[in-house]
Every structure is written in structure tokens, then in C-alpha cells.
């Protein structure tokens, strides 16, 4: 039983350490992102938004050569 606790806060543990890391890439971009707005298109959203979304289809687009992860959503 202590052994079956044991593995479950290992768990729990490395996918809270792994969620927590991916959160703050995540924020640590966003500001970046932020900042290139307001330095090169005057805080307006619209370019770099235009580019996140087809960057994003493209690495979703590359491993299967499909896009059937949008799917899942």
C-alpha cells in the first residue's frame, strides 16, 4: 500500500514539475511576443497573431503530414 502511494506522488509529482515548466515557457513567451508588438507594429496584435496561428498549424501539420490533432479539440 505505502509503495502504491509512493508511485502515485511520483507521479503526480513529475507531471505537476513538467506542467509547471511548460506554463512558464509559455508565459515567458508570451511577453515576448508582447514586446515585439509594441517595437515593431506599434502594440498592434494582428501580425504576430496571423503568424502564431499558421506556425501553429504548420507544427501540427508536420509529424502526420494531416492535421487531425485539431480533431481531438
Known sequence: ???????????FGKNLYAMVGIVLVWRGLWYIIDEVDIA????????TAVVGVAL?????????KDLKEIEKL
Open 40 to 47: 515593431f507594429f506599434n502594440g498592434e496584435h494582428f501580425w
Open 1 to 11: 500500500m505505502a509503495e502504491i502511494k509512493r508511485n502515485t506522488l511520483l507521479y
Open 56 to 64: 501553429g498549424f504548420f507544427l501540427l501539420y508536420i509529424p502526420d
